[in-house]
């Protein structure tokens, strides 16, 4: 595991490449704030306002610990959090204000929710033009479903996903993690960098709205299976363990019990695998010289391939195919991720100190070699940072805020008047 970082106050010392830009996150759950923890792993300042009766539904979601989720820690990491009603006018007016001071506004509520709390996009680009406003949507800000809810499976069944995943003949299964929101916060921060990439080299032109659908986001990774369903009239079905005209690529049976996945499509890799395996016939089988022949004799390949791997244990499996060049892995836990050697030595896995121990948290994003992302700080406590984001970015004193928390705009911690970070 990384060596744990010295936790730091929010907005000291940011770096990264996107350090000095600023980001408003409205949202909750995961596709928004995902995005957001992207942006501020690459060092963006990242400012997220949650509801003050109980903030983001996902600080109680699975694992808890001491009544806080820790798949929060992680979304939440190196955010400052504040919690600001935006059902009252006084809390509209408050984010309105922290929005005209930021370069970059994310939010993924249903559309018409932002114009509903006096929030136009189109509005607040005109008192400040150069902002960027990422939308994250079920269905998109347009079109006869853009007022549709859609979460995250709802979302990978509508956009064709949830159809090609699972054994053919059976119920489709999903993912047991929300790729629907995870491809859509992917999206908004390729939105969001592309746009903010345009605005420096153009900064007399105004910001872009970033329309993001979450079915949108899942159907940009089925491949070719809406053109060659359009072209072809072929639509593409659930293929269990192996993928559709590809040959050979599995989860073959070893002799300890467990399964690896080998991938061997490619002609001169499918040879070598041939031939470790001791199939020399097939390696030089002219039925198999390229992948349309395997596809053709996809169970005869298959066989071949299992009836080798069930002789030896996975490792041994494993070691051989890996010295003569054929990709191939078991198939990992949580568990086998956390002590694999090259996962460690890789820095994958980040170790932020959360409440004097350390806390296991993947990488966010690419390695950079000179600006590099990391983890500032794990995801804190409701509110934690309210009163110093209002006063250092909207000046506001302490007789103001202390009017705000008795009234319920806002919550959290009461901050020193003289402008202390409450500590992370």
Known sequence: ??????????????????AGIRVVELGQILAGPLATAILGWLGAEVIKVEEPAHGDPLRTWR??????????????RG???????LRRPEGQDLVRRLVLGADVLVENFRPGTLEGWGLDPDALRRERPELVVARISGYGQTGPYRDRRGFASV???????????????RVPVRSNASVGDSLAAFQTVIGVLASLVRRGRHPEQRGDVVDVAIY?????????????????GVVREPSGTTITGVVPTDAYPTADGRRIVVGANADPVFRRLMRVAGREDLADDPRLADNAGRVAHQREVDDAIAAWTSTLPADDVIARLVQAGVPASAIHTASDLLSDPHVRSRGVVEAVDLGGKPL????????????PGRTTWPGGELGQHTDDVLRTHLGLDR??????????????????????????
């Open 399 to 424: 007789e103001t805020l202390d009017q705000l928390h008795a009234s319920g705009v806002v919550a959290g911690p009461r901050g020193s008047a003289e402008g202390e970070s409450t500590p992370a």
């Open 79 to 85: 955010k400052q959090l504040v919690a600001i009603d």
């Open 216 to 232: 949108e986001a899942v159907l940009g990774v089925l491949e070719g299976a809406l053109t060659e369903c359009d072209r072809a």
């Open 63 to 76: 694992v808890v610990e001491d009544g806080t989720s820790l798949w929060w820690r992680g979304v939440a």
């Open 360 to 371: 296991a948290l993947p990488v966010l994003g690419p390695f950079l070699t000179e600006a």
């Open 1 to 18: 595991m990384a060596e744990s970082p010295q936790v730091r106050p929010p907005g000291a010392g940011l770096s990264g490449p996107l």
């Open 155 to 169: 979302c990978e069944a509508f956009g064709g996903l949830r159809h090609i995943t699972g054994e053919p003949g």
